[in-house]
């Protein structure tokens, strides 16, 4: 029963060669990261490696929670066919949490299986690590499952959609910006993670750092004996919320997705097919102009904040770095072209239609580079408003930004094309993120290798020119691509 109801929610197979490959890539990210922690870590600190591990993997579980759960249990169509037959909602509950937490697990167990294999002396503390890390994730877990059944039930049809946004990403903003600070803390603070495995300790053991002779039996019973009442608690308050709540909570977030508008339809002025095809995908997809876009000035705002604090640590230095890097991250983060295709709901009517794949792929640049340009000119006009550099460079700013963005535009809509996305919830949150993480690594990467170059006397020309003249032959790169490569650009699935 239980098998099948995975198999109905999740929409996806066991395949034996994919777990058995997954945990081959597992056990090396595993290994590869113990490995760097060891060797670059300083000494004091590489000591008490596991705590950074048993942190980040606690982080990474976190963010799977706060992902997968609302999505899965408030949000997934399918559901509704399986409230219709006789399944309790505890049982589907327990399907999808104990799904989640099976990765949440392999995640903790893909960090810190490497204490166990290659540091004799930490097999105690990682066992305990890893434990106060499975018992942190289900609390988290139920937590955030409860907080999704209460905004379901509580919110109005109206509004909910708009409450999960802000609950979802908002918590992923403060998991970035803790993950972040972590980092930094445990590279450039020497007795960060000394100080952070002393606390592990106390409340693993019950102890004060001062007495970490030996652990005790008697206080390691008390500590773990008061979280397995709490969990036992929140796990009974759980039960209630799903009898009473669970199932008009849902129906209350389906409404919000489905609600009809009375609207008299209107008459286009659009001539263009092509162009009036792409513009109807955007303007009735509000959660590629409302959601999206609010997200993407968040994120670029964090994101900035991330990348351009102690930029002398890694040794990125240089003229516009900061400006560089800031418009670099408004192109990577656009939805509306690393949605291009998976948000495209007449797809399937193209492959009976007289409809160019080519044409078709170009008009998806055009207008995702178009809406992506607001952006671009949102961040340039607050850069020249408090940075003031001079007009020359103010130029130069404002071309690399749309150069790059039709770079990150053509590359999220060609990746949409190649690897296109079943999206299975009704939640628009997190669509198209895959794309942009891809585009965002690739612009990233670019850029870090025009500082280098420039750092390092290869390329005899200030940065910031030469970032504008790489930025141009990339565009101009994908675009002869685009035009000769003609059968690389029709959609496969047509």
Same mark, same amino acid.
């Given at each position: ?24 890539? =597992? ?37 799977? =929670? ?51 294999? #290659? ?112 969990? *036992? ?49 955007? *303007? ?100 020249? =408003? #408090? ?108």
């Amino acid at each position: 029963m239980k098998r099948i109801l995975c198999k109905i929610l999740f929409y996806n197979k066991a395949n034996p060669v994919v777990v058995a490959s997954l945990c081959f890539i =597992g056990a090396y990210i595993g290994y590869l990261v113990w490995y760097i922690l060891n060797h670059y870590l300083p000494a004091s600190a590489a000591d008490n490696s596991y705590v950074l591990v048993s942190l980040l993997s606690a982080w990474f579980c976190a963010f799977l =929670g706060i992902y997968q759960l609302p999505d899965q249990l408030c949000m997934n169509r399918r559901i509704q066919t399986i409230l219709c037959y006789p399944v309790e909602v505890r049982t589907i509950l327990s399907v999808v949490g104990m799904r989640v937490f099976l990765l949440q697990s392999g995640i903790c167990a893909t960090f810190l299986y490497p204490f166990f294999l #290659f540091e004799a002396h930490h097999r105690k503390e990682a066992a305990l690590a890893m434990l106060f890390c499975c018992i942190l994730t289900v609390a988290l877990d139920i937590a955030v499952i409860l907080f999704s059944i209460l905004i379901s039930r509580f919110c109005a049809s109206d509004i909910v959609g708009y409450a999960f946004v802000v609950f979802q990403y908002g918590s992923f903003l403060i998991l970035a910006w803790l993950a972040g600070n972590t980092v930094f803390s445990c590279f450039h603070k020497p007795g960060f993670l000394s100080d952070s495995a002393g606390v592990l300790k106390r409340y693993i053991t019950g102890q004060s750092p001062a007495a970490m002779q030996g652990y005790e039996l008697r206080s390691i019973l008390w500590i773990w004996g008061a979280a397995l009442t709490g969990m *036992t608690v929140l796990m009974a308050v759980l039960k209630l919320a799903a009898k009473h709540w669970y199932v008009r909570g849902y129906l209350n977030v389906q409404s919000f997705r489905h609600r009809e508008t009375e609207k008299q339809p209107s008459v286009s002025h659009i001539k263009h097919p092509y162009f009036l095809l792409e513009w109807k995908r955007v *303007t009735r997809n509000k959660e590629l102009i409302f959601f999206s876009n609010i997200k993407n000035i968040i994120t670029v705002v964090i994101l900035s904040r991330l990348l351009l604090h102690n930029f002398s640590q890694f040794g990125l230095k240089g003229t516009c770095v900061e400006e560089l890097f800031l418009l670099m991250s408004c192109c990577s983060v656009n939805t509306i072209s690393s949605t291009a295709y998976s948000s495209d709901d007449n797809k399937s009517c193209y492959a009976f239609l007289p409809i160019s794949g080519r044409r078709l792929f170009l008009w998806k640049t055009i207008q995702g580079f178009l809406w992506g340009e607001i952006t671009v000119l949102l961040f340039w006009f607050i850069l020249i =408003g #408090f940075e003031r550099p001079p007009v020359m460079n103010t130029f130069l700013l404002l071309f690399y930004g749309t150069s790059m963005n039709y770079v990150c535009v053509w590359l999220g809509v060609c990746i949409d094309l190649k690897m296109p996305r079943i999206v299975n919830s009704t939640n628009e949150l997190l669509h198209g993120n895959i794309s942009k993480v891809i585009v965002l690594i690739t612009a990233a990467s670019l850029t870090v290798v025009e500082i280098i170059l420039v750092g390092g006397k290869w390329v005899p020309i200030p940065l910031l020119p030469f970032a504008c003249l790489a930025g141009a032959g990339v565009a101009a790169g994908e675009y002869g691509y685009w035009k000769f490569c003609k059968g690389d650009f029709y959609d496969t699935d047509s």
